[in-house]
């Protein structure tokens, strides 16, 4: 079963698009083959202006479903809006982000580690079988 639930706020700036793109695709997917050994939820605490967005990410088997419940969870992501979007993009990861203090968390480990299959490759970034293929031809 797949569920998203949307809340538009009328105060205060917009939500990113690429967040809203993110977590609606997410949805939308229902079931990432990437996350198939895994069961958790997760909360992501957006912060933009004085307010925060919450988004609440349940995973069972690989099926995911997503809403904006301000609900616990076993693990919780804080981050500023702008910072996630460069996590969305893959100009940041977030175990490293973690490092830096970029974001926080508390919670199970395991799950941010489980992120990083979730966001955008790095910018130029390539398969690894691509990249061996070519290597070959160049010699």
């Given at each position: ?58 995973i ?13 969870a ?58 061996a ?7």
């Open positions: 079963m797949l569920l998203l639930v949307l809340r538009i706020s009328a105060r205060g700036a917009a939500m990113s698009k690429a967040t809203i793109k993110f977590f609606e695709a997410l949805a939308r997917h229902g079931h990432e083959r990437l996350l198939k050994k895994t069961n958790g939820t997760i909360r992501f605490d957006l912060e933009r202006d004085d307010e925060v967005d919450h988004w609440f990410v349940e069972h088997g690989g099926t995911v479903r997503v809403s904006q419940q301000n609900s616990d076993d693990t919780v992501i804080r981050s500023d809006n702008a910072f996630f979007d460069r996590m969305l993009r893959g100009e940041a990861k977030p175990l490293p982000a973690w490092l830096r203090n970029d974001i926080t968390f508390e919670g199970q480990f395991r799950l941010i580690i489980l992120l990083e299959r979730l966001f955008a490759p790095p910018p130029g970034a390539r398969h690894p079988r691509a990249a293929r070519d290597h070959r031809r160049r010699g």
